[in-house]
């Protein structure tokens, strides 16, 4: 059936809170425009089931579910029918977001009114299929939201650390003297420098493909190094700009558009240079080491506290090198500096990982979202192997068919069943578990193989 929103669902009251109001922490979910939920309350306006749709600047949708409130950007609706489900309805916009896009009409900051949201149509199947596509759907997102978490924990995890090593939670922290950026860089010539002027080095002669990489803003507006856009040069222009080159721990720091990000070259940069917009320091790690400047760049408050300053209130459009040789930092000992290094390594290669797991997530959800939503799903279809060891033994064994019980048994068979094949040890040492406890259930069983003269699993 193809039905309007307004057939299914009614608005709950305008929201009088404004945006402003919400608060880092609190007791309930406090929902504003923004596409990520990040305010709280201490009190809550509603408690139900809700849809809750951003109707300023650009599109925006939630779930909610129990105690929240909404700000006044925000509409907020719920199901008055039985014969659909919301979450149903939540995942199709999801996957349909284009429809709330297109809703977003006139001059300046565009809104989206109640009544475009009222006649949005929406296809629904029988409530049976809405549920199981529902529940497909929920494994997935439950499986997304655990590696935003863990993600947003580490990133956490990193700042803390940082702060409780450099920060005055240290107790020598008061005893470590200022020294400016400046005077960390070798003594070579050229070792604090910017990118050749645009004039001398214009995007038309770049080439996706080369010898000697030009990195920008790009590689570093994250905050670690990345590889984005390609661009490249020949070997035979790199002497024209061959005192901009970069080499691997130089610290790079974005100086214009998004400023004030920083990056460390990694070991295998190849060759590869700067442009304008960034500037490039090689240091003496005899008295620095380059994660606790790049760190301290982007995140350290005493770093941030002389940038306000500086600013006077204004927007501060850009950094210089004289602005970054006169910035300070506490002279903590390079040994601690060089304990930080590891830590980071190991927080942002883990924080890698999980992205990287997320991002396959992020595709496994927009193929079952397009199975379901054009009615090619079929539901007796396995799911993702480690979708399932993300659950306990009990959904596994209820939910599985015998194809992806095999698919465990004949990836421990060939040893493929290890940590460098699955995202988590926690998801290995599932696997294993699960195998056990099929044995137990004599669901699967060991018998001796005398060709390989080895024991093996049968179903």
């Not at 057939?7 to 709950?12: D, I, N």
């Not at 770049?206 to 040069?233: C, H, P, S, T």
Request: glycine residues 6%; charged residues 25%.
């Amino acid at each position: 059936m193809i039905r309007k929103i307004s057939e299914l669902y009614f608005f709950l009251p305008k929201s009088k809170i404004k945006a402003g109001e919400g608060l880092n922490t609190g007791d309930y979910p406090f929902y504003t425009s923004s596409t990520i939920q990040k305010k709280w309350l201490n009190s809550f306006s509603n408690n139900t089931i809700s849809i809750i749709l951003g109707t300023g600047g650009s599109a925006s949708i939630h779930l909610a579910n129990g105690k929240f409130s909404v700000s006044t950007d925000c509409y907020a609706m719920c199901s008055k029918q039985e014969e659909v489900n919301i979450k149903y309805t939540y995942y199709y916009l999801c996957y349909n977001f284009h429809i709330l896009e297109n809703g977003f009409r006139g001059a300046g900051l565009k809104h989206i009114s109640k009544t475009y949201i009222e006649n949005i149509l929406i296809t629904y199947p029988e409530l049976e299929i809405q549920n199981k596509i529902v529940a497909i759907l929920d494994n997935v997102m439950s499986l997304i939201r655990k590696r935003e978490t863990s993600i947003e924990l580490y990133e956490d995890l990193l700042l803390a650390t940082f702060l409780d090593m450099f920060g005055n939670k240290n107790p020598d922290f008061e005893y470590w003297e200022d020294i400016e950026i400046g005077s960390l860089k070798k003594h070579d010539r050229g070792s604090m420098r910017t990118g050749p002027f645009g004039s001398s080095l214009k995007h038309d002669r770049f080439k996706g493909e080369g010898d000697v990489a030009v990195l920008g803003i790009d590689n570093a507006v994250d905050n670690i190094f990345k590889w984005k856009q390609k661009r490249f040069l020949s070997i035979i222009e790199f002497d024209e700009f061959r005192r901009y080159q970069v080499f691997p721990r130089d610290v790079i720091i974005t100086i214009m558009g998004t400023v004030g990000r920083s990056a460390v070259i990694p070991e295998n940069i190849g060759l590869a240079i700067n442009t304008k917009h960034l500037a490039a320091l090689t240091l003496d790690e005899n008295k620095c080491n380059p994660y606790y400047l790049a760190f301290s760049i982007h995140s350290n408050p005493y770093i941030k506290h002389q940038l306000k300053t500086r600013s006077r209130g204004a927007v501060m459009d850009g950094f210089n090198l004289t602005l970054i040789k006169e910035l300070k930092l506490k002279n903590a000992p390079i040994s601690l500096q060089n304990k930080f290094e590891n830590i980071y390594l190991n927080c942002t290669n883990n924080i890698e990982r999980l992205k990287t797991s997320k991002i396959l997530y992020d595709s496994l959800f927009k193929a079952l979202s397009k199975l379901a939503f054009t009615g090619k799903i079929e539901f007796n279809t396995d799911i993702d192997l480690e979708v399932f060891l993300e659950n306990d033994y009990e959904f596994f064994k209820e939910n599985n068919k015998l194809k992806t019980i095999q698919l465990l048994i004949e990836k421990l068979e060939k040893d493929e069943l290890n940590e460098k094949k699955f995202y988590e040890q926690e998801i290995y040492d599932k696997a294993k578990s699960f195998v056990f406890e099929l044995l137990k259930d004599g669901l699967v069983k060991q018998v001796f193989d005398e060709k390989t003269k080895t024991v093996k699993l049968i179903i």
